[in-house]
């Protein structure tokens, strides 16, 4: 084979080379946008024109929160601070509740909800992941940032721990009490069910905790 030849023999294999990593890098990107990019689509989908953010006023405190439209649904974006005569507790550092709001056991998170909102039921929790994109649960990483503080959905989570860190420290995870209750351990003690959110990406409705937790709540304005 001659020089020239040899020269073109090896140019060629070269471009073929080149051809060929270019391809491994522009499917490894593009495996690497879709998951934002799905996201992005879903929720520009389910919220798009219909999103909008208003308030909430509880005629029994006058205290108001911020709400958010998530597809169908109206949440408190911000957690539940009413004071009830028993089964509640301030956030540690917050003991009027402006920032974090309350912890809650199951049955004064029922009796706390104010009039015209009511508990989200386990199927509730579900609708909102769904709106959201997101419809196999336990989920990592798709639903964590757009639920947290600051993410795109508006329902702004600020990971307030659990009473006493029964459960979790704060900085760590939040939960939020459902209306309906799961599995039984005992005869005694009930589960409800519940959206947790743990630090750095983790998303589930689970019923692992008793009653006697103390939780945040959320609530669902009434249509």
Same mark, same amino acid.
């Given at each position: 084979? !001659?020089? /020239? ?12 080379? #080149? ?7 522009? %499917?490894?990107?593009? %495996? ?12 520009? *989908? ?7 953010? /208003? ?6 405190? !006058? ?25 509640? $507790?301030?956030?540690?550092? /917050? +003991? ?9 056991? $199951?049955?004064? %998170?029922?009796?706390?909800? +104010? ?22 649960? +336990?989920? $990592? ?11 795109? !959905?508006?329902?702004?989570?600020? *990971? ?13 995870? %939040?939960?939020? $009490?459902? !209306? ?31 009653? /006697?937790?103390?939780?945040? #709540? ?6």
């Amino acid at each position: 084979m !001659s020089v /020239d030849s040899k020269v073109v023999s090896f140019v060629f294999v070269c471009l073929l080379a #080149v051809v060929f990593l270019n391809g491994c890098y522009s %499917a490894s990107t593009r %495996a690497e946008k879709e998951p934002t990019e799905r996201t992005e689509l879903l929720f520009a *989908l389910h919220l798009g024109k219909d999103s909008q953010k /208003d308030s909430f006023t509880d005629a029994r405190d !006058s205290q108001t929160y911020k709400t958010v439209r998530i597809g169908d649904q109206v949440w408190l974006a911000q957690n539940l601070n009413y004071v009830t005569e028993e089964g509640s $507790w301030p956030v540690p550092g /917050d +003991p009027d509740g402006q920032q974090f709001g309350r912890f809650y056991t $199951w049955d004064a %998170a029922k009796k706390a909800v +104010p009039p015209g909102c009511h508990l989200p039921s386990r199927r509730e929790f579900e609708e909102l992941a769904a709106t959201l994109g997101v419809t196999d649960l +336990p989920n $990592w990483n798709d639903l964590y940032p757009l639920l947290i503080e600051g993410g795109a !959905s508006g329902f702004n989570v600020r *990971l307030t721990g659990s009473h006493n860190e029964a459960y979790s420290r704060r900085g760590r995870s %939040a939960s939020f $009490w459902s !209306s309906e209750t799961g599995w039984k351990l005992f005869p005694f003690l009930k589960n409800p069910w519940r959206l947790s959110i743990r630090a750095p990406n983790y998303v589930n409705i689970g019923n692992g905790a008793e009653s /006697d937790y103390g939780f945040n #709540v959320r609530c669902i304005v009434d249509d």
